[in-house]
């Protein structure tokens, strides 16, 4: 009986792989869909890149390699499929410790119902296998649904190709986001220690709120440089967002950020700047040398921000600049996955808590 049994199974499982390998698969490029998050459409030759490094010079052999990765990108469809393949290119590839494979080389895949995007699946290649296809979800009903497909976080694509079934329909969705914000940060930002490229902080605000959020984090190497202030000079947004605060010590915050932010009101007069407070560190806990440190940066910023509008004129100057407080620390302080970054839940306190005070100043300058 057991033998017999084993028999079925073997048989089932045999017929299942043969179904799944008999599916026929039409393969549309990303990029003829419609990109999400997209920071400078238009200007760069590869659409996946998010800066053309090839025209902005002064970033270092890592810097080059990460604002070439799609952190943050995404591309919206409808189809009637009812499975999903995707087929990659892949340019440099990251093999973080502290981020889930899936959410730095793979991919994550919503479904909008009743209004709100729905997590659908995520998925990705083994190692030896990346230039293989990769099915994201099948057995689906065969009516026509709106995907919301994101891209990796810690890898450079050449090619993402989309695929459904042979007789399937495919087609670009609009933009399921409003407006245009820039932001501009750290690994907090590019979405380090993530399990998939989803929970990144921008993209669960933008699923919040719709509005669009196009990142630019660069893990490690956010410093208030003039080099990426270049590239944020040119990028056509109804706001920007900066997470500036976690890299930099605090003598070169000091330094930097004054002349970063004359530099940002001349090149965007009127738009509103809203610059984010490091978060709390839990590795600070019981190491005293973490806690001076991170404190002192903490201190820094908020005080530059005080100066900046102690007196009328500064106001005057400064009037579209704001300074905010994100929070990614429970009570329980059980939200970190390495002791500096936050974890799926941590990166959720940290969307949510920035919701309202967002929101409130992008108002005031008719975003909504």
């Not at 999903?84 to 502290?98: A, K």
């Not at 479904?111 to 057995?139: F, H, N, Q």
């Not at 495919?170 to 979405?191: C, D, E, K, L, M």
């Not at 605000?205 to 956010?222: E, K, N």
């Amino acid at each position: 009986m057991k033998k017999t049994f084993f028999i079925f199974l073997l048989l089932a499982a045999t017929l299942q792989l043969a179904s799944a390998a008999s599916v026929e698969y039409v393969y549309t490029e990303a990029s003829e869909l419609t990109l999400v998050g997209k920071l400078m459409p238009g200007k760069t030759a590869n659409p996946y890149h998010r800066v053309d490094t090839t025209l902005y010079k002064g970033f270092t052999k890592r810097e080059n390699e990460m604002v070439r990765m799609t952190s943050g990108m995404a591309c919206a469809f409808r189809t009637d499929s009812r499975s999903i393949s995707i087929l990659t290119s892949y340019g440099h590839v990251d093999d973080p410790v502290n981020t889930n494979i899936i959410s730095a080389r793979g991919y994550d895949l919503y479904v909008r119902e009743g209004g709100r995007w729905i997590w659908a699946s995520s998925g990705v290649t083994g190692r030896t296998k990346l230039s293989d296809p990769v099915t994201l979800i099948s057995s689906m009903d065969g009516s026509e649904h709106e995907f919301l497909l994101y891209f990796p976080l810690y890898s450079e694509e050449y090619s993402i190709k989309v695929g459904v079934e042979k007789g399937a329909s495919i087609q670009a969705a609009g933009n399921p986001f409003r407006h245009r914000v820039a932001i501009w940060g750290s690994s907090y930002t590019h979405g380090s220690s993530t399990s998939r490229a989803g929970m990144a902080y921008p993209a669960q605000f933008s699923r919040a709120t719709g509005i669009q959020m196009l990142s630019l984090g660069c893990s490690g190497r956010c410093m208030l440089q003039d080099y990426f202030c270049s590239v944020l000079v040119d990028v056509d947004a109804d706001a920007f967002v900066f997470d500036a605060f976690s890299n930099p010590k605090a003598d070169m915050i000091r330094e930097r950020l004054v002349p970063f932010i004359d530099r940002m009101i001349a090149a965007h007069p009127g738009k509103p700047m809203i610059f984010q407070q490091t978060i709390y560190r839990e590795r600070r806990n019981f190491n005293t040398a973490e806690d001076e440190k991170e404190q002192a940066k903490m201190d820094m910023a908020a005080s530059i921000f005080k100066e900046l509008k102690s007196s009328p004129e500064g106001r005057r100057k400064y009037k579209d600049v704001y300074f905010i407080c994100p929070d990614a620390c429970p009570a329980s302080h059980e939200a970190s996955v390495d002791g500096v970054h936050p974890d799926n839940y941590g990166y959720t306190l940290w969307a949510k808590s920035i919701e309202k005070p967002v929101l409130r100043i992008l108002r005031k300058y008719g975003i909504r």
